[in-house]
Every structure is written in C-alpha cells, then in structure tokens.
T-cell receptor
Framework: NAGVTQTPKFQVLKTGQSMTLQCAQD?????MYWYRQDPGMGLRLIYY???????DKGEVPNGYNVSRLNKREFSLRLESAAPSQTSVYFC????????????FGSGTRLTVV | QKEVEQNSGPLSVPEGAIASLNCTYS??????FFWYRQYSGKSPELIMS????GDKEDGRFTAQLNKASQYVSLLIRDSQPSDSATYLC??????????FGTGTSLTVIP
C-alpha cells in the first residue's frame, strides 16, 4: 500500500539546470497537487490537477511546469533552476471535493546552488 | 488574499496535559477545515477534519469550529511525547484547494 510516491528524495542542482520531480499515486484519486514548503512560509500550492487531462496554476507557479501524464502520475518540471527554488516539495492526492483531505508523498528536498 | 493564521509557538506542555492549538482564517466562505500533523523531516499527515460548527472528537483529539468567529482549534488530551510535532491548520474554500497556516510547533515534555 504505497499511497503517494515521490522521486527523488534529495537533489542538488546548479543554477540554470533543469529537472523533473516525479509523483505517482495508487489510490485511484482524481486530483493531484504540488506544494512547496519553506520555513516561515508554510505550504504553498504550485500547480494542481483536478482530474486527468487538466492542470491549473496555484499560488506560486512561476518557474515551474507540470504534466498530468495519466490518472496516477503528475510531474513537476523546473526548466531553469534558481536558488529561490530551494525548498521541500510535496506531491499530494485526493478525491475532488471540499470534504476530502490530502494524502502527501514523502517529499523531495531540493537545493539549488 | 485568503489567510490562515496560527501561532508558530513553540508550545510546550507536560506529559498528560491538554494541548490547545488555535487557527483563524480570513474568508467567511470557507467550507472545510483540517488539521495535519508533521513530524520533523516528514510529510504532513491528516489527523482531523471538521465541517460544521461545534466539536468533533476522535480519540484523544477534539477539533472545534466556530464559523462566526472564523476560528478553529485542536485539543489534544493526555498529551504524549509522541505528539511532539508541528500541527498545520488547513482551510478549503472551493473545490479542494487548501490554504495552510504556517504551523504550530508542539513539544510534550516527559
């Protein structure tokens, strides 16, 4: 019973490099999310996908792109990494609707130098 | 701007005491309210949800909601050292986009 699986767990990038964070869920959830968590800032929504085939911007989308590959997978891409993108990234999934809480992945700790 | 405010703490309570965690939110259109627990270096874990005014109990946890005051709280009875974590308040307005508070750090002292 894996839940939400994120890879990689840790990554160090140089400024300007690109990378893709992978996320997969096995709970048959319709909705998936990418958050970043920074000290003193809390969790902030980057992008979300309410259902397969749709994606929408969240609170802090600049510098990121996403792909909802299928119902299970939702990836986050940094095209040209910047030090301001140093953060812990969490993927989450849920059913769509106000009464459903999230299940989070274990997170990716990204450092951009 | 939809805001969710929590005292950052740290909040320290002795083992066996009641820990009280508070959260206020800015938008009266808020629909659902959640509490997550996050251990250091780990991901948030859902522990309670509440949708209507009043109290909701689950084991040692009680969530309290007062929509008129735009206030939600979490009480932890008989606090244990294993409850030491950061507690995140989350509020959803439409669909299920959550807005999170910055969290309250709780330490339970043996």
């Amino acid at each position: 019973n894996a839940g939400v699986t994120q890879t990689p767990k840790f990554q160090v990038l140089k400024t300007g490099q690109s990378m893709t964070l992978q996320c997969a869920q096995d709970m048959n959830h319709n909705s998936m999310y990418w958050y970043r968590q920074d000290p003193g800032m809390g969790l902030r929504l980057i992008y979300y996908s309410a259902s397969e085939g749709t994606t929408d911007k969240g609170e802090v989308p600049n510098g990121y792109n996403v792909s909802r590959l299928n119902k299970r997978e939702f990836s986050l891409r940094l095209e040209s990494a910047a030090p301001s993108q140093t953060s812990v990234y969490f993927c989450a999934s849920s059913e769509w609707g106000a009464n459903y809480g999230y299940t989070f992945g274990s997170g990716t700790r990204l450092t951009v130098v | 701007q939809k805001e969710v405010e929590q005292n950052s703490g740290p909040l320290s309570v002795p083992e066996g005491a009641i820990a009280s965690l508070n959260c206020t939110y800015s938008d009266r259109g808020s629909q659902s309210f959640f509490w997550y627990r996050q251990y250091s270096g780990k991901s948030p874990e859902l522990i309670m949800s509440i949708y209507s005014n009043g109290d909701k109990e689950d084991g040692r946890f009680t969530a309290q909601l007062n929509k008129a005051s735009q206030y939600v709280s979490l009480l932890i009875r008989d606090s244990q050292p294993s409850d030491s974590a950061t507690y995140l308040c989350a509020v959803t307005y439409t669909g299920n986009q959550f807005y999170f508070g910055t969290g309250t750090s709780l330490t339970v002292i043996p």
